[in-house]
């Protein structure tokens, strides 16, 4: 169910991006833009995203209770996929 909702990642892409043109303070929208990137393989793209929210991106997911734990999970996925977390 849930990752067959990221298999495709530019309908997150797109609403990530929506987010952050209207308040563009929103890191979890950040995130989530980081993470489509990652998952289309767009590296470059994906660590700009998270330009100065980047280091702690892992620790604010596993304590941000916004995100259930399978779409954290997603999340991460996608910014590991990015190289940019560990």
């Not at 563009?24 to 989530?32: K, R, Y």
Request: net charge negative.
């Amino acid at each position: 169910m849930l990752t067959t909702c990221w298999d495709q990642p530019c309908h997150y892409l797109e609403n990530a991006q929506k987010a952050i043109h209207h308040r563009h303070d929103f890191l979890e929208a950040h995130l989530v833009l980081a993470s489509s990137l990652g998952y289309l393989e767009r590296r470059g793209e994906a660590q700009a995203a998270i330009e100065g929210y980047g280091d702690g991106a892992e620790i604010y997911l596993e304590n941000h209770v916004l995100f259930a734990r399978e779409v954290k999970d997603v999340i991460l996925g996608g910014l590991r996929k990015a190289k940019l977390l560990g």
